[in-house]
């Protein structure tokens, strides 16, 4: 029996902070505890999708490594068979799909999409047909696969909008062809997101920790040595109320610090809350979170030093070469109604 697709794909232009490690990377890996052996799960790295605005091109390929690297120190299970992990760009069918589906999208969809405006808006000198074409090839990512549940980020809701509208519109021109992927209430229910589960900027905590921040203080990045990072959490944003509260509201910077501390302890938020609620000297607190945020990356770093690149290329390889055969399988019945075979 063919089990349901869930597919993700993992961006890897910026080094991911700690926030990326507790808001996607965690979550990813319980995904796969909980979801493995019902249903195939596709992780994949767009690396077509991370030029469509500047990057430095001389690390591309080699970043790709490092963050799956970070996934597998994450707790991901390589060995897991019904895991499949791969780069977009080593499956051709993901272009040859998207130039299939161009020509069933609007020019007036694509200029549409919130991400497209803003990002055209940030990157006026370059916007090219990349950019804008950026939602036909994600959906050319799902629809090859047949995958039903994506889980992404709010940005992306758009996104899996227009993938669903270009696959029922293939289907009403060509017969039931493509897997329309379930609508966005349906996927929130089935990932059931913990929607607060967003990191805190440590310079600026009204807004959340950002990769692409240039306020080095104001985040963890995962490479960020352990002494660094303690430097990072005692210099910390805090408030003046010289009391430990839990209020994202009225005091967001301890509020954060003890987030972090919950989460990487793996002790509930009600127990760190317990410890530390009432308590007048912030900089007790900070020495505890910094004590485990050193902890964390010491271990964490271990972990990544102890995966080869040749076990990673090696999975990587084994799953490119079966999802080459499935979205063939895919691009053929496309090249089929659409006349060209
Ligand atoms: N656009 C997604 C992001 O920025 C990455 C992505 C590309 C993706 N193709 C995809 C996610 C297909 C899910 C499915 O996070």
């Known amino acids: 029996m063919v089990k349901p697709v869930i597919l993700t794909g993992v961006r890897s232009n910026e080094e991911p902070t700690l926030g990326n490690f507790l808001g996607a990377f965690t ?5 796969q505890k909980k979801y493995a052996g019902d249903y195939q799960i596709n992780m994949f790295v767009p690396d077509l999708h991370s030029f469509t605005t500047p990057i430095d091109h001389s690390n591309l390929k080699q970043n790709t490594l490092h963050n799956l690297k970070y996934f597998v120190a994450a707790g991901l299970d390589l060995d897991n068979s019904d895991t499949f992990l791969y780069r977009q760009s080593y499956i051709p ?27 055209s808006a940030e990157h006026a000198a370059s ?21 039903e549940y994506i889980p992404v980020g709010e940005d992306q809701f758009q ?8 696959a029922m519109r293939f289907n009403n021109k060509f017969g039931d062809i493509l897997v329309v992927p379930k609508s966005t209430a349906d996927q929130m229910r089935f990932i059931q997101r913990d929607k607060g589960l967003r990191v805190r900027s440590l310079t600026n905590p009204a807004k959340k920790m950002s990769k692409s921040s240039e306020d080095e203080k104001s985040k963890i990045c995962l490479s960020d040595n352990p002494s660094v990072a303690r430097k990072k959490i005692m210099s910390a944003t805090t408030d003046s109320l010289a009391s430990v509260n839990f209020d994202w509201e009225k005091q967001p910077g301890v509020t954060n610090l003890l987030k972090i ?19 007048e000297r912030y900089g007790d607190l900070k020495i505890s ?5 050193e902890e964390f990356l010491t271990n964490f770093h271990l972990k990544y030093k102890s995966i080869t690149d040749e076990e990673l290329i090696y999975k990587l390889e084994k799953s490119e070469e079966k999802m080459r055969k499935i979205a063939g399988e895919t691009l053929l019945r496309v090249q089929k109604a659409v006349g060209l075979r």
Request: hydrophobic share 45%; proline share 2%.
């Open 289 to 293: 979170v910094a004590d485990t945020v």
């Open 27 to 31: 979550p990813m890996v319980e995904m």
């Open 127 to 147: 916007v090219t047909m990349g950019l804008m074409n950026y939602p036909v090839l994600m959906a050319a990512d799902i629809l090859l696969y047949g995958a």
């Open 159 to 166: 996104h899996l909008e227009i993938t669903r509208d270009i």
């Open 93 to 119: 069918a993901h272009s040859e799909m998207a130039w299939i589906l161009d020509c069933f999208t609007y020019v007036g969809e694509m200029q549409r999409m919130t991400q497209f405006k803003e990002k």
């Open 261 to 279: 501390k919950s989460l990487l302890s793996g002790r509930s938020q009600d127990d760190i809350n317990a410890e530390w609620v009432g308590c």
